[in-house]
């Protein structure tokens, strides 16, 4: 079992950077696929990021393709998500999850997740 504690979040312009942190509890986070998801108010959460258990294979959505960028340091037991060029629709609460898995799968929809964390929430200003 692991525990997810997000970080990072915060109000932020348009144009803006962020870079959230998602850090486990366990020795054994390497053996996990990561991903982040986020949720508007009134909508469903949607897929923002998700990386490998290694860190070799990572996949974005068009809507933030170029923009975030999903990392992680297993030796920190930690999950990056970088966000770059921030826009007003990006605002939403930001979730961190994972799952055990095989190596060099990645898993893009909630169900897919295990483990979440409590969220953090990330605004962003026009």
């Known amino acids: 079992q692991v525990q997810l504690v997000e970080s990072g979040g915060g109000l932020v312009q348009a144009g803006g950077s962020l870079n959230l942190s998602c850090a486990a509890s366990?020795?054994?986070?390497?053996?996990?696929?990561m991903g982040w998801f986020r949720q508007a108010p009134g909508k469903e959460r949607e897929f923002v990021a998700a990386?490998?258990?290694?860190?070799?294979?990572?996949y974005d959505p068009d809507s933030v393709k170029g923009r975030f960028t999903i990392s992680r340091d297993n030796a920190k037991n930690t999950v990056y998500l970088q966000m770059n060029s921030l826009k007003t629709e990006d605002t939403a609460v930001y979730y961190c999850?994972?799952?055990?898995?095989?190596?060099?799968?990645?898993?893009?929809?909630?169900?897919?997740?295990?483990?979440w964390g409590q969220g953090t929430q990330v605004t962003v200003s026009s």
């Open positions: 366990g020795r054994t986070f390497s053996m996990y696929a």
């Open positions: 990386i490998s258990r290694s860190g070799g294979n990572t």
């Open positions: 999850a994972g799952r055990l898995s095989d190596d060099a799968y990645f898993y893009t929809h909630p169900k897919n997740y295990e483990y």
